[in-house]
């Protein structure tokens, strides 16, 4: 297939870069060249082998070549998890592309959002969310592919895209710091932000979590989280295709399913947030499965509770816990905390990875000391290029050289590092990120509410649960029922309160803050009206 690439360099040159590429799609063809007859990836209704699955990505890449996609386009992908979604993957970087992965539970306007901010100009969608999808296509005029997982009236099916004639990878000149990946990531803004990753950038973040993960080519490991999100595709299942591991994938972590997979597929590595090791932990089919091949596992998003982790240390004495804590911005991981850490530094998110160099500042951006409170920052290759056309939020988060996080944090003496709160008020329930000031937005819409606050308080199950504080109008009136519909019709479902306390006014300082950190202590009580996790 003739040169694909944005321009043309000299013959000499193109053999040197392509001899020295090395992008997400290299990373596959090489575990295929070492691995062809292993099982690479299965989702119980198809299984495909490190050889399968070479050819798959360089078919699917031909394809999009052959209907006009270029490298640098961006194409998305709205799907829950499948062996189609893995294809997807390595498919889009293979042709050069930027792959733009969405959450599957966003509303048609939210996606629609994504694919317009983006300028996608391709959107490959689950054929369960093709309703969603087709609305969300109206809001993109640049949007001039449509792909379906399965059958859909007036969609190309994605298994055309899969017999495309050319099995042969297609001739794409891609650098180091290309981009890779697209992924949103919802801030205090009210509209998320698109943080652009490199091919660079993921590949130095895979070593930091093959090295300090302890990961190796023998792990079996179970996927059950969203691949839409950064940790699952980026800290698991591309560096187990890099290693040449086996992954065997789920549409969601059903805990009954997750049980029953280990036991079958002897899994022996599995990443989820607490919340999720919780659900497993209450499940009454934990003590009935044979659950010893499990030896590794991670959690994210949230600090296990202690209690919890001695559990797990008491049910699950094989296993070994590592921590990962970090944000899309990072690739995602920025800080672990090894299994021998677990217990003596409990509710810290540990040392920086590998590749990472890791501080808590001041508002002057010097350090501050040990056991003070400060800004985390970062500085290292996992980090974004920025934010997709938005030099101001990026110029910002990258002030003094140092990627600024929004989180507060301390760092001990031993150089470990404890997160105790967010700048930008990001509530994290069930493993997803909510911005609070967007959730505030939608209940504003109500003609009952004069102001409103949305703060995340501990919860068992969710780790935060997403509830609103609410002062109404003069002379109106709305139940709690009526706002959380009103909500659920404007949001995805993981951002509406789970719980909303009407009061007379809000706290706030002397300059009108409102004081958060007040009314998350003071309804801290509304989590024992809000169930266990489950949707």
């Known amino acids: 297939m003739p040169f694909a690439g944005p321009s043309a360099p000299s013959e000499a040159a193109t053999d040197v870069a392509l001899a020295r590429r090395h992008s997400l799609a290299d990373l596959l063809r090489r575990s295929a060249r070492r691995h062809p007859g292993r099982l690479a990836v299965s989702d119980g209704r198809t299984g495909r082998t490190f050889a399968e699955l ?11 070549i052959a209907r006009g996609v270029r490298p640098g386009d961006r194409v998305a992908v709205l799907s829950r998890n499948s062996v189609e979604y893995v294809q997807t993957i390595f498919g889009v970087a293979r042709a050069g592309a930027v792959l733009v992965p969405i959450n599957f539970m966003l509303g048609a306007d939210e996606v629609g959002y994504v694919l317009a901010h983006s300028s996608a100009v391709a959107l490959i969608a689950q054929e369960a969310l093709l309703p969603v ?37 297609p001739v794409v000149l891609i650098g180091a710091d290309d981009p890779a990946q697209v992924l949103y990531t919802s801030g205090t803004e009210s ?42 595709q980026h800290c698991f299942l591309v560096p187990d295709i890099q290693l040449g591991a086996v992954s065997h994938i789920l549409p969601g972590p059903d805990p009954a399913a997750v049980l029953e997979a280990i036991e079958r597929h ?7 947030p607490p919340t999720v090791w ?20 991670y959690y994210g998003a949230a600090i296990m509770p202690v209690e919890v982790l001695r559990e797990i240390g008491e049910r699950l004495p094989g296993v070994r816990l590592w921590n990962f804590y970090g944000q899309t911005e990072m690739a995602p991981v920025a800080v672990m905390l090894q299994p021998e850490d677990q217990i003596r530094k409990a509710g810290s998110a540990g040392q920086a990875a590998l590749n990472v160099e890791t501080r808590v500042v001041d508002a002057d951006g010097d350090d501050v000391p040990p056991g003070e409170i400060g800004e985390i920052v970062h500085r290292s290759p996992h980090a974004v290029l920025g934010y997709l056309d938005d030099p101001e939020k990026t110029a910002e988060a990258f002030r003094g050289g140092w990627f600024h996080s929004g989180d507060l944090g301390v760092m001990d003496d031993e150089g470990y590092l404890t997160v105790v709160d967010r700048i930008k008020d990001m509530i994290k329930t069930g493993g997803e990120n909510v911005a609070s000031r967007e959730v505030e937005e939608a209940v504003y819409e109500h003609p009952a509410v004069a102001e ?41 479902a993981f951002k509406v309160p789970k719980a909303v306390a009407f009061v007379d006014a809000l706290p706030k300082n002397p300059s009108g803050k409102i004081l958060k950190r007040e ?9 024992d009206r809000i169930p266990g996790a489950g949707r």
């Open 266 to 272: 002897r899994v022996t590595k599995f990443f989820a």
């Open 452 to 492: 409103v606050a949305v703060v995340g308080v501990r919860h068992p199950s969710w780790i935060e649960a997403v509830v609103a504080i609410v002062v109404t109008k003069p002379g109106t009136a709305v139940t709690e029922e009526e706002l959380r519909a009103h909500t659920r019709s404007r949001l995805a």
């Open 54 to 64: 070479d050819e798959d990505a360089s078919r699917l890449a031909g394809a999009l």
């Open 519 to 527: 009314l998350r202590d003071l309804h801290s009580g509304l989590a």
């Open 133 to 169: 999808a087709r609305d969300a296509a109206k809001a993109s005029d640049r949007l001039r592919i449509r792909v379906a997982y399965g059958d859909a009236d007036g969609w190309e099916p994605f298994d055309a895209l899969l017999a495309h004639e050319d099995a042969e990878a």
């Open 191 to 232: 509209r998320p932000k698109g943080a652009v990753l490199s091919h660079a950038a993921l590949i130095a973040q895979y070593s930091s979590c093959v090295i300090d993960g302890g990961m190796d080519r023998n792990d079996v490991e179970l996927h059950a989280m969203p691949l839409f999100h950064c940790a699952q």
């Open 278 to 297: 919780i659900s497993l932990l209450r499940h009454p089919d934990f003590d009935r499965r044979d659950l010893s091949s499990l030896r590794k596992g």
